[in-house]
């Protein structure tokens, strides 16, 4: 009898590891955050899509009009001054004393320098004492001249006595030429005395000459405003010692400002004197005013000539070479016109429009590229590019090429 095999014993359950256990549902869980992810990224780049491809943009829309614009030669320039004035010492001295500053305004006439005028003066004190013993001097040979004449009367009776005498027998021959020779004695005597004074009256004058210069060289001491004007640079300074062409001091007339300006030979043509012109100065501030002067003389480098733009009223602070901009009104030209904003670039640099192939009423972005011409604040005038009746973006800040747009407002040219 065969005997039976006791069964297996059963293996006790296995511990649970959390570890194991959990590396299911973790992968579960990466998958997922991956998945959600996925979809996000799907749903961005289907509303960019949508956005850029299919949305409508409300877009202000301008169509490009037949027109006239007013045309401006617009070209950088300086302030100058048509009568600017240096003051130079004339003389070699010393500066005792500056009576203007920078920004002073002087008056015909008024003493601006002084200088030492010691050794000048002396000098025409010496021409004074002289001129005073040549007075003295001139009243002497004046004198003897009277005296000389005197004798010669004197002389002149005895001779007509002596000749009667002798023709009464009562003197000699001898006597006669004696009384002859007096008298002729007595005519060199006046003429000796005539000449003297003659040479007194000569020295006269030149002293007198001699004093005049010493008297301008004096004048030189004290330097004066030529003009009625605006000191623009102080040269020179107390204790300075200058020579005869230093510079002390630099005057401008603020009525004779103008704008020294370049323009193009190409278009200078269309320049004339008393056209009007705006100013805009290097601090903003813009200014009315009118060409004054053209140039003869074209740069050969270049090929610009320089045009001079005077203000209408004189600007109440100004510089000399202070930077400005000059825009000088020409006439008009016409053709096509669109609003100054409907300009952009595309990524080549190239200017152009969106034009909107849709029409007025809103269509899709096409960038058109334009030739340009005149423009003012507003518009701007295309040469080439566009037709009558286009349709563009009136502003196309914001706004690419090959975008749905429709027009929220109409900004016709007129």
């Keep these: 009898m065969s005997e039976a095999l006791p069964a297996p014993a059963a293996r006790p359950p296995r511990a649970a590891t959390p570890a194991r256990d959990a590396v299911k549902p973790k992968k579960l869980t990466r998958r997922t955050v991956v998945i959600a992810v996925a979809s996000l990224l799907l749903v961005a780049a289907a509303g960019a899509a949508y956005w850029r491809f299919f949305r409508a943009l409300d877009v202000p829309v301008a169509v490009a009009t037949q027109g006239a614009i007013a045309a401006r030669v617009v070209g950088p320039g300086t302030v100058q001054a048509r009568i600017p004035v240096t003051l130079s010492a004339r003389v070699s001295a010393t500066v005792v004393q500056v009576h203007a500053d920078v920004g002073d305004a002087v008056h015909l006439g008024q003493v601006l320098v002084t200088l030492d005028d010691r050794d000048l003066s002396a000098r025409r004190g010496v021409v004074a004492g002289q001129q005073e013993a040549l007075l003295r001097n001139t009243e002497g040979a004046r004198a003897a001249l009277v005296k000389a004449q005197a004798d010669l ?89 200058v020579v005869p062409g230093t510079p002390l001091l630099k005057i401008v007339d603020p009525k004779s400002l103008w704008v020294a300006t370049r323009v193009d030979e190409s278009v200078v043509g269309r320049i004339q004197t008393g056209q009007t012109a705006s100013i805009r100065l290097r601090s903003g501030e813009v200014l009315p005013g009118k060409v004054a002067r053209i ?120």
């Design 153 to 241: 009367e004197l002389a002149r009776g005895k001779q007509r006595r002596d000749a009667e005498l002798l023709a009464q027998g009562f003197v000699s021959q001898a006597v006669l030429d004696a009384s002859n020779s007096g008298r002729d004695g007595a005519v060199a005597g006046v003429n000796a005395a005539q000449a003297a004074l003659a040479a007194r009256a000569a020295d006269a004058r030149s002293l007198s000459q001699e004093a005049r210069y010493a008297d301008a060289v004096l004048s030189y001491t004290r330097i004066v405003s030529p003009m009625e004007g605006v000191v623009i640079q102080r040269l020179g300074e107390v204790g300075n010692t």
């Design 295 to 414: 140039a003869r003389q074209s740069d050969a480098a270049t090929r610009e000539l320089d045009v001079h733009v005077a203000f209408d009223s004189v600007p109440q602070r100004f510089a000399i070479d202070q930077e400005a901009e000059v825009t000088i009104v020409v006439g008009e030209d016409r053709g096509i016109l669109v609003p100054l904003t409907a300009l952009t670039r595309d990524k080549a640099g190239r200017e152009g429009v969106l034009a909107i192939d849709g029409g007025s009423d809103g269509g899709r972005t096409r960038f058109q590229p334009v030739e340009t011409g005149s423009a003012d604040a507003r518009q701007v005038l295309i040469r080439k590019g566009l037709t009558d009746g286009e349709a563009v973006v009136a502003n196309a800040a914001g706004v690419t090429a090959n975008q749905p747009v429709r027009a929220a407002a109409s900004a016709l040219a007129p």
